[in-house]
DNA sequence: CTAATTTATGGGTAATAGTGGGTGATAATC
DNA sequence: GATTATCACCCACTATTACCCATAAATTAG
């Protein structure tokens, strides 16, 4: 069977009841113990981030090695999960993303869905666009210094 | 059996249904592991770079090493992936390349593929030629600097 | 040179993806 | 306890895609 991982791009729309659809390949590429449900949370540019139920469980516990009496770690931790939930699809494969994430994102009727390997963003389309067009751009230095990063670990 | 490398330069054209036929030679030069699948995405000129699957997920794997806390490695990450797609090809041997690369690339009808290696490129017949004009070209100094670069590595 | 096989191209059809909406159960509100 | 809103689950329609069969050209083998 093909790639497990999320990677394209795809557009969509929010219907009349809340719900936006999940690109089918990226519903085939959940493994069958995240058992149709995606983890969505706020992301830490202006969008929605969606992982697998597996790999938020993973985050899980990372979060928790963190010290509870770290005042900066327990701000970590609370930013990490407050907004998350898990959402399953529905047999048509659609998710009802909550108000309040949509609201973060910025997102009122398009979306754009971008697979990121291992994670899912979504985006407002024009926001997204934004982004790009300011906030994105990399320069040769930054793109030497990640080659470097990657290379070296 | 022949090498496992893609080299030569084909031409071909898309049909009514929006598919492109991969060479033979190419097919043949996958490796089985990549279940005759190859991966298109944006190339850095004005045309399409597909890869074996094997190769992909190489790239993937650098890809994960990135930290998802930090805004030019997110950046980077989906620059390199948001456009990636796999395309298994039918019987026949042919794919279809999803409409956003093809506008990027230019391409409508005819299109000219080239093996570079361990990569292919996927021209437009006129912007390739555009770019064989002016932009390819190589002088004295550029080839040096190459010739310095492969050595030292 | 001819036959057999492979390659490139065209097209039909069944399955799937995406979208819209109905209905009954559950929960919240008055 | 009645009324209303919300949500999970179901069915329906359309466009797209995946999969299959067919043919002509080109290549290879005998």
Redesign the pocket.
């Known amino acids: 069977m093909g790639t497990k991982t999320f990677t394209g791009e795809?557009?969509?729309?929010?219907?009349?009841?809340?719900?936006?659809?999940?690109?089918?390949?990226f519903?085939?590429a959940l493994p069958e113990t995240s058992e149709d449900t995606f983890v969505v949370t706020r992301g830490l540019d202006e969008n929605i981030i969606a992982y697998s139920l597996d790999k938020w469980q993973q985050i899980e516990e990372e979060l928790l090695k963190l010290s509870s009496r770290l005042p900066g770690h327990r701000a970590y931790k609370r930013q990490a999960t407050r907004f998350a939930s898990p959402l399953?699809f529905?047999?048509?494969?659609?998710v009802?993303i909550p108000a309040n994430l949509l609201q973060h994102a910025g997102i009122e009727k398009d979306v754009v869905i971008i697979g990121m390997i291992d994670e899912i963003e979504i985006w407002d389309p024009e926001i997204l666009k934004r982004y790009e067009e300011t906030v994105f751009q990399l320069d040769a230095e930054d793109i030497e210094a990640i080659d470097n990063y990657t290379r070296s670990s």
Chains 1, 2 share one sequence.
């Open positions: 795809f557009r969509y729309s929010i219907d009349s009841k809340g719900r936006v659809n999940i690109p089918a390949k519903r085939k399953k529905d047999s048509q494969g659609r009802a």
